[in-house]
């Protein structure tokens, strides 16, 4: 069940948001409850478990608050609120990781990579014909993203991308097609659902992403050949999988 003295525990990795699926069930149950102290109190996943405490909150108080949509409403805030001083306390806290100077850059640019791995993915619903490739990107994850550096120009702002030391350049016009596709789902005439902020602009980088994190278990050809050179061993390293096709249906993309 849920204790309050276990809400300050980091539980949440990128795999369980990058496999989660928010269309479909909650993030967490009052059984299994967690946060993402890491994220921000109105991220998805903070989210949903602001709705699975308040679900939880009115059941276990049934006779004392009635379920209705003040209360509903009152609890849902004080939630969000309480989460967001538990995030602020564990960003704060000396023991773990201040995200201060270089540490929240990174992280800034961590949130970049887990939101265009979700739009992606996000896309993906509204194409029947990319269900295969929703698996491969779900296979790629947040850590298989492309990161970028913010820089100021005569236009405004870009981001300049670094993309994965490790990452086959195969993989990127392949990924270029789900952002193609939600522009052109966010730009439609016929489009009606028009939420959220169109994407920043990003332009291509010269310079590799520094971080040495990298996706096991991947199809061989995923990985850029020097890359997989300077690996020591691969086969108990990498755990590779035999390579696949990164393409996309030929109707879809004309």
Sequence with gaps: MIHANDWLKSTVSDRDIARWDPRRQECCTADTFRLHLEGTASDPWNASATR??????????????????????????KTRAYIKTLIKNFRDDPKTDNVKGEKKRAKNRRERKAGLYHRRRDVTFDFPQMEPQRRLLEDLGIDGMSSDEGEDVDTGKQYRICA???????????????????????????????????????????????????VPGLP??????????????????????????????????Q
Aim: proline share 7%.
């Design 164 to 214: 994965p030391r490790w990452r086959a350049p195969i993989l990127t016009p392949w990924i270029r097609i789900f952002d193609l596709l939600y522009l052109l789902r966010r730009t439609g005439e016929d489009s009606g659902d028009q939420r959220g902020n169109l994407p920043r602009r990003r332009v291509a980088g010269r310079i590799a992403s520094s971080s040495r994190r990298f």
């Design 52 to 77: 699975v405490f308040t679900d939880y909150f009115l059941v276990k108080n049934s006779k004392t608050y009635p379920d209705n949509w003040t209360v509903r409403s009152m609890v849902l805030k």
């Design 220 to 253: 061989i050809n995923a990985y850029r050949a020097g890359w997989l050179d300077d690996q020591l061993d691969i086969a108990n390293l990498m755990h590779p999988a035999p390579a696949c096709q990164y393409n996309h249906d030929p109707d879809l993309v």
